[in-house]
């Protein structure tokens, strides 16, 4: 368990995290969420050790990662948003310096390296010079070395940046996968990945957490806006004075539409009301086909963007 | 600590540096020792030893540039600061590594007195402690070198700068002649006089064991060494 309590970070004036609490539970996938810059990869940095904090204290399993840094550190296991390699290194070479550098007794130090390279599926390159390897393999590499040890923990910055769309969907896999049986935290500024992977999204920007929410509960927040998205074969002219007089109908918005002579309209319903069957009668009663017709769900981005967005003009008031 | 010693050391000989060092060491030595010894048959090894002095502030920084400023370029240094072993351990680690690639070629050269046996009578004690010196002083150079490494991210400006600050080092005993004595100037010059790394080594040179200056330079090796794992502190800090 990860407590974070009133963490801040400044780089001079510059506040990259500000007062961010939170506690990340055992055995559970949770996704750090937020644009370039809004201080996820100074957090990981904190709670690793790498950087120390300006103000406000991070325990791992109740170690505070100042005053007990080893025993924190133990637990721990960590990609960095651009893995950790010495190019110069062989695979093995690597993995078996950072396994002593984690003191894992050397009588299990092959063993353990036999397990991560396997579960990392490395085990082809295991003679190559790390140089002359493929941006998912050092992706794999880095992954590798994070998992020797077995630690509990397992924070990734950015896993999938830089790679390509199969290696993505592998290394999701592998994360789902590690996800059983370890505490995994990752960013991403990719909205679609946290809710693909995750079962907790945290939400930062400018350095503040704007929301924690399960994947679950930010599911259901893109339900809920109750428009209704319509294309009728009408002018547009015609379909405004039918909605003006519907009083389910609290406002509207009529676009041209792509296909010709249509209209592509979202409604907005008096109390979020499902009034899908009036709209079909009422524009049958006047003679005009509807094409298609569907609740409007927000999509994440929109969400996230909300989110984002309330914070900046909460800052300027 | 252990792993990061190995590691470092193997790394002089994957990328050449060690080599280098080695080979440029002793052929600037292998060239004073035939003028001074052979040509003009001095029994005095000490002699050769004071007139290479000037290859520290050349070679030295080749060997330090990339210690830790090279570890933050290529920001392997994540891995060592997060892992479970303590600043001051990756320091120690790092700097007997350099202190090993640096004695490679000073075993080679604890052989020339023997040969200079052949010849005639050599003081083999003179000669072996002012090779004591010689190497104490080298350290005092590589935890400079370190020193600045870990101050910057670019193995270029850590060799350009150490560089600089060992010439300076080196020039410290003329550039203090310079000022004039009495009033403030005489403290000047007894602070100048604190940096005179290489005056220590004259006694030895002239075949004299100075148990001063041997502390004076385990001292240098402390404060630098200590510099540099509150330099890697404060960059966490900041």
Not at chain 1, 169 to 192: A, D, P, Q, Y
Request: aromatic share 10%; hydrophobic share 45%; with cysteine.
């Amino acid at each position: 368990m990860i407590e974070i309590k009133n963490l801040v970070k400044r780089y001079g004036k510059h506040v990259a995290v500000d007062h961010l609490s939170c506690t990340i539970e055992d055995g559970q996938i949770y996704g750090f969420l937020g644009p370039n810059g809004a201080g996820k990869s100074t957090t990981m940095n904190i709670i690793t050790g790498y950087l120390a904090a300006s103000e406000g204290t991070v325990s791992v399993n109740g170690h505070d990662i100042l005053e007990e840094p080893e025993e924190a550190k133990k637990s721990i296991g960590y990609l960095p948003e651009i893995p950790p390699l010495y190019m110069d290194m062989r695979v093995g070479e690597y993995l078996e310096f950072a396994a002593r550098l984690k003191k894992i007794p050397k009588d299990k130090i092959e063993k353990e390296i036999k397990r991560v390279t396997k579960e990392t599926s490395i085990e082809d390159v295991y003679r190559s010079l790390i140089k002359t390897l493929s941006k998912g393999f050092r992706q794999r590499v880095g992954l590798a070395c994070a998992l020797l040890g077995d630690p509990g923990i397992l924070i990734l910055d950015e896993p999938t940046v830089g790679l390509d769309p199969k290696q993505i969907i592998e290394i999701r896999e592998l994360i789902r996968h590690l996800g059983k049986k370890h505490t995994v935290i990752l960013s991403s500024h990719i909205l679609s990945e946290v809710s693909a992977v995750c079962d907790h999204v945290l939400i930062l920007s400018h350095g503040k957490l704007v929301a924690s929410e399960t994947t679950e509960e930010l599911g259901r927040r893109s339900d809920a806006s109750g428009e209704i998205e319509m294309t009728v074969r009408a002018a547009k002219r015609h379909l405004a004075m039918i909605l003006d007089c519907m009083d389910s109908v609290k406002d509207y918005r009529i676009e041209p539409s792509e296909e010709a002579d249509c209209s592509d309209v979202i409604i907005d319903p008096v109390n979020k009301e499902d009034i899908r069957e009036r709209l079909f009668y009422r524009m049958a009663e006047e003679k005009c086909p509807i094409l298609a017709m569907s609740l409007k769900k927000s999509s994440l981005e929109d969400i996230f963007l909300e989110l984002t967005e309330n914070d900046k003009e909460e800052q300027k008031a | 600590m252990s792993a990061i010693y190995i590691r470092d050391f193997k790394s002089f000989f994957h990328n050449m540096m060690g080599y280098v060092f080695a080979a440029f060491f002793l052929v600037v030595v292998g060239f004073y020792m035939t003028a001074y010894n052979l040509v003009y048959a001095y029994s005095q090894f000490e002699y050769t030893l004071n007139a290479t002095l000037f290859i520290f502030f050349i070679l030295i920084p080749i060997l330090t540039m990339r210690s830790f400023a090279e570890e933050r370029k290529s920001k392997t240094d994540q891995l060592l600061l997060t892992s479970p072993v303590t600043v001051t351990q990756v320091v120690l680690g790092k700097y007997l590594a350099l202190v090993s690639a640096f004695l490679i070629p000073m075993v080679v050269i604890a052989f020339y007195p023997l040969l200079l046996t052949q010849f005639g009578d050599v003081n083999l004690k003179a000669a072996y402690g002012c090779l004591i010196a010689f190497i104490l002083m080298g350290m005092v150079f590589l935890a400079l070198g370190m020193f600045i490494s870990s101050l910057t991210e670019s193995p270029i400006a850590a060799a350009f700068i150490s560089f600089g600050v060992m010439l300076v080092m080196f020039l410290m005993p003329s550039i203090a002649s310079l000022i004039p004595d009495g009033g403030l100037g005489g403290v000047l010059k007894s602070i100048l006089s604190w940096f005179q790394i290489t005056s220590g080594f004259d006694s030895f040179a002239g075949g004299i064991f100075d148990l001063t200056s041997i502390v004076y330079y385990i001292s240098w090796i402390i404060v630098f060494y200590a510099l540099t794992v509150q330099s890697i502190q404060k960059r966490r800090w900041c």
